[in-house]
């Protein structure tokens, strides 16, 4: 059984999986402290989904499948707030969740499996091809990584879903699967 950690909770409409990179722009004070005490101690926050139809104190606002993530850089922006780039750790599960004084929600998390490294097969060759072409057209995604490897299936499945503009609810089911071959099958339905 995995060790429930107390980590602080970011919810957003974007999202972040393991191995992905994502550029937050940082202008509540509730999040500067965020990402103050999580790079003086080198800890992780969870980027996580809300459902958009549910007030945000309700405790079922916060959908409870996210991503652990890391702070890897961070800059000032044009306009004076701090951006700050996050890569994806692993998934987990927010079992409870409770707000700070200043708004800041925490949440109980424990760690899901990764997903085992599968290289690309012929039958969802079609996943990497079509990913490579957004890539193309979007650079600002691509540039993200210093490595892209399109031959594994678990990375492909993972930005995928990072990128497509699915129901939260199904994009929640998708972040919980067992593995990329399940998501992948789902994949295949929307792109080919």
Not at 21 to 31: G, M, P, V
Not at 78 to 85: Q, R, S
Not at 136 to 153: A, C, I, M, N, R
Request: net charge negative.
């Amino acid at each position: 059984m995995e060790k429930v950690q107390r980590l602080p909770l970011f919810p957003l409409t974007a999202h972040v999986m393991p191995n992905g990179k994502l550029k937050l722009r940082i202008f509540e004070q509730r999040y500067t402290r965020l990402v103050k005490q999580c790079m003086a101690n080198q800890s992780e926050f969870v980027v996580c989904m809300f459902d958009p139809g549910i007030d945000k104190y309700d405790a079922d606002y916060i959908l409870p499948f996210g991503t652990a993530v890391t702070i890897v850089d961070f800059e000032m922006l044009n306009d004076g707030f701090l951006g700050i780039t996050v890569q994806g750790e692993r998934r987990v599960h927010i079992k409870h969740h409770e707000f700070e004084e200043d708004g800041l929600r925490i949440g109980d998390v424990e760690a899901l499996p990764l997903w085992q490294p599968t290289p690309i097969t012929d039958e969802v060759a079609v996943l990497k091809e079509r990913l490579e072409e957004i890539y193309g057209v979007y650079p600002e995604l691509g540039d993200l990584y210093d490595e892209k490897p399109f031959e594994q299936l678990d990375w492909v499945c993972q930005r995928w879903l990072e990128i497509l503009p699915l129901d939260v609810h199904t994009k929640q089911e998708l972040i919980k699967s067992q593995s990329s071959e399940q998501v992948a099958d789902y994949l295949l339905n929307l792109v080919t």
